[in-house]
Nanobody, 123 residues
Framework: QVQLVESGGGLVQPGGSLRLSCAAF????????IGWFRQAPGKEREGVSC????????YYADSVKGRFTISRDNVKNTVYLQMNSLKPEDTAGYYC????????????????WGQGTQVTVSS
């Protein structure tokens, strides 16, 4: 059974850090493009970052550039999102998603989605 499982969310103070993990089960991530998305209550889903499967190129939304870093560990079949200098506006449910086609991930319509992990940035 194909499954993506996120973990690492939680409550953190402004300026703090969290590392989200996205573990794949039932398939290997090696050739997949992986995206991180987030959605806050009352807001549309937003693409945060993605990493290609072919060459490992990374992409970031302007709102997180310089603060978030996406990476992958193909041995552990896991993709990470390191989030530093967190702000209250980063508060959202964070979801990872996978597809063999990077363009599909960028378009927000990948084949596989995780169940999400909540990130709350508050003092």
């Amino acid at each position: 059974q194909v499954q993506l499982v996120e973990s690492g969310g939680g409550l953190v103070q402004p300026g703090g850090s969290l590392r989200l993990s996205c573990a794949a089960f039932g398939f290997t991530l090696d050739y997949y493009a992986i995206g991180w998305f987030r959605q806050a209550p009352g807001k549309e889903r937003e693409g945060v970052s993605c990493i290609s499967g072919s060459d490992g190129n990374t992409y970031y939304a302007d709102s997180v550039k310089g603060r978030f870093t996406i990476s992958r560990d193909n041995v552990k079949n896991t993709v990470y999102l390191q989030m530093n200098s967190l702000k209250p506006e980063d508060t959202a449910g964070y979801y990872c998603a996978a597809d063999l086609n990077l363009r599909t991930v960028v378009a927000g319509i990948p084949a596989y989605w995780g169940q999400g992990t909540q990130v709350t940035v508050s003092s």
